[in-house]
């Protein structure tokens, strides 16, 4: 079972939005104007459908680069590395494995269990404990998703609960560890963040979580073949009327007869973008109410592998929350010297203000407390700091408290069949994913090619 399926209440399912979603009208024979906002998943889906489909379509992106969140780093020419996005969560008829197989791309099953947990000493956890934890873990989150009233947060439901109080310090360390490595990791929120009445009312594929050693950047770039994007176009305003729209970036200006808007929440929350006239409330609500959390990550490359060569997933308990509780194994997948070590929320957003040095000897001091002070120095890094990016301000959206579906659902709303809506945060059933943005993408394409012909 995957990491995310743990916590999903509710049923899987099977069909893909692209199947659930009307289909298409005919091949388009106008000459309208599709902008799309943001050359991510969803923008690049969506464009990459309406070029298909026969409109002239122009992506603005912010960057120097195609992908938004997933990114693909190749500055270690043998070892590509995923600065964003890494798996595709639930392989079984998820729409991106069925892109991944048709264009060859190679992909790895992540096996969560092949784990091991080291204490804050750095010596391994007994199992019999480690399991006592789990058991305790498991208890507590159904104690609080069962009881939760809002508008409490998953901390706050958690400190109302006997169970925590009663549970011993080296206890509470590890069920922390736990709601770190399981809640915090997953959904980018920190645990005072999360609706503890609604933390997730997300669908999800089945199947194994899977891993793309030649960079998950494979899919953006085979779906941003043939289409026109202008890089480097900042978009800094959207007027929107009732016959046109006109988009401006920092370079230039644009006319359409619809915008497609893929711009992360976290820009959204910041404002950088205005919409003339502002957006509806029930949209700006959404903005509000949908939290928009971190997940940072470090690579390490170094000479040799000196830890459990054939563990993928390394954890270890410490004493200050959050901090760097869980390693990825790369080596495991690619027989390179690499591990990745994430932090989220609270942790990753202090790590964010110091500079690399600091972040790697934060990092290595955690490792030497694991391996021994006799272990090499890294070789090189790759660090990133999602919550500073201007074009992102986070890492990925979750159920703030008073969020739902309908939030979604709201963020997602077309406005005068002109501005249609699409990104991650925007899916109903599978927000916070690459699936999510992908599906959402296809589902704006669909809805401009519906609304121009009929
Ligand atoms: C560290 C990390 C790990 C993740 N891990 C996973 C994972 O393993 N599996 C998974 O399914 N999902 C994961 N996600 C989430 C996933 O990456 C996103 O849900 C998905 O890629 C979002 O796609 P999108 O098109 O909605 O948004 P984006 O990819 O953010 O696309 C939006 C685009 O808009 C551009 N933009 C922003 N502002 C402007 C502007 N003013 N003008 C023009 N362009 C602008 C951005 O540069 C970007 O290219 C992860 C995300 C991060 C950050």
């Known amino acids: 079972m995957n990491k995310r399926n743990f916590l999903l209440m509710s049923s899987v399912t099977m069909l893909m939005a692209a199947c659930n979603s009307k289909s298409v009208k005919g091949i388009a024979t106008s000459d309208k104007k599709i902008v799309v906002v943001g050359a991510g998943m969803a923008g690049l889906a969506a464009a990459n459908m309406l070029h298909k489909l ?7 992106e912010a960057r120097k680069r195609i992908g938004g969140r997933v990114w693909t780093s190749r500055l270690w020419s043998d070892v590509p ?6 798996w595709i969560h639930g392989e079984h008829k998820n729409p991106l494995t069925k892109l991944a197989k048709d264009l060859g791309v190679r992909r790895l099953p992540t096996n969560y269990d092949n784990s091991i947990v080291y204490g804050n000493e750095g010596k391994p956890i007994d199992n019999k404990i480690d399991k006592e934890a789990n058991k305790i873990f498991n208890k507590l989150v159904r104690q609080v998703f069962n009881n939760a009233s809002d508008p409490e947060t998953i901390f706050d439901a958690i400190e109302n609960t006997n169970l925590w109080k009663g549970l011993s310090k080296q206890q509470r360390q590890s069920v922390m560890h736990l709601l770190n490595t399981t809640i915090e990791h997953e959904f980018s929120g920190a645990l005072n963040e999360i609706s503890a009445v609604n933390p997730d009312d997300s669908e999800a594929f ?7 050693p030649d960079g998950y950047g494979l899919l953006t770039d085979y779906l941003a073949t043939g289409i026109e994007i202008k890089m480097e176009h900042a978009v800094e305003e959207i007027e929107y009327q009732n016959d046109k729209v006109v988009v401006k970036t920092n370079i230039s200006e644009f006319l359409a007869d619809q915008v497609i808007v893929t711009l992360p929440v976290g820009v959204l929350k910041k ?5 003339i006239p502002p957006l509806p409330e029930s949209k700006q609500q959404a903005v509000d109410v949908i939290g928009f959390g971190l997940l940072d990550k470090l690579f390490l490359r170094f000479p040799y592998v000196f830890w459990d060569k054939n563990k993928e997933i390394l954890n270890w308990i410490s004493d200050e929350h959050g901090r760097w509780n869980e390693w990825l194994n790369i080596a495991a997948y690619t027989e ?9 929320a609270e942790y990753a957003r202090k790590t964010e203000q110091w500079s690399d040095e600091e972040i790697v000897n934060d990092a290595m001091s955690v490792l030497r407390t694991i391996y021994g002070t006799d272990i090499p120095d890294p070789e090189s890094w790759q660090i990133t700091r999602w919550g500073k990016d201007p074009f992102a301000y986070g890492s990925y959206s979750f159920n703030g408290v008073g969020a739902n579906s309908d939030s979604r659902l709201a963020l997602a709303e077309t406005i005068n069949d002109r501005l249609f809506f699409a990104g991650e945060a925007t899916s109903e059933d599978y ?8 599906l959402s993408g296809i589902e704006a394409a669909e809805n401009i090619s519906n609304t121009v012909l009929k």
């Open 206 to 212: 089945s199947g194994e979580d899977m891993m793309f």
């Open 336 to 344: 390179k010297p690499v591990l990745l070590g994430f932090n989220a």
């Open 81 to 86: 590395v995923d600065l964003g996005a890494s």
């Open 431 to 438: 927000p916070s994913t690459v699936h999510g943005a992908y």
């Open 271 to 275: 404002g950088s973008v205005k919409f």
């Open 54 to 60: 026969g409109y002239k379509v122009t992506v603005l």
